[in-house]
């Protein structure tokens, strides 16, 4: 089991920034990758951003140049830098961990992925 403890989110003005953090102190499970994700009222979860335990980073267009993922120095740490929020980045964000039950990297490999209890981010017009 995995459990993920997020912090960070907030009311904020549109232009401001704000910094998620997440980890997942007690596992002993190897995790790859980490990341996050948003869900806005009325949508789907989507995918915000993610980063592999070798710093290979993937962002949605909406969020590029925008907002930075980040591992921390300990172990099975990750940050979200959001800059520049917009009204419409305004959602839950969950962290999410990747623990893969056979060999990374493997095609059809089983895995289970953890969640956060999600994390509030308004940002007001």
């Known amino acids: 089991q995995v459990q993920l403890v997020e912090s960070g989110g907030g009311l904020v003005q549109a232009g401001g920034s704000l910094r998620l953090s997440c980890a997942a102190p007690e596992t002993k499970l190897s995790i790859n990758p980490m990341g996050w994700y948003r869900q806005a009222p009325g949508h789907e979860r989507d995918l915000v951003a993610t980063?592999?335990?070798?710093?290979?980073?993937t962002y949605a267009d909406s969020v590029k140049g925008r907002f930075t993922i980040t591992r921390g120095n300990a172990k099975n740490t990750v940050y979200l830098q959001m800059t520049g929020l917009k009204p419409e980045d305004t959602a839950v964000y969950y962290c999410?961990?990747?623990?893969?039950?056979?060999?990374?990297?493997?095609?059809?490999?089983?895995?289970?992925?953890?969640w956060g209890q999600g994390t509030q981010v308004t940002v007001s017009s």
């Open positions: 999410s961990a990747r623990v893969t039950w056979g060999l990374e990297g493997v095609p059809g490999a089983p895995y289970t992925d953890y």
């Open positions: 980063i592999s335990r070798d710093d290979v980073t």
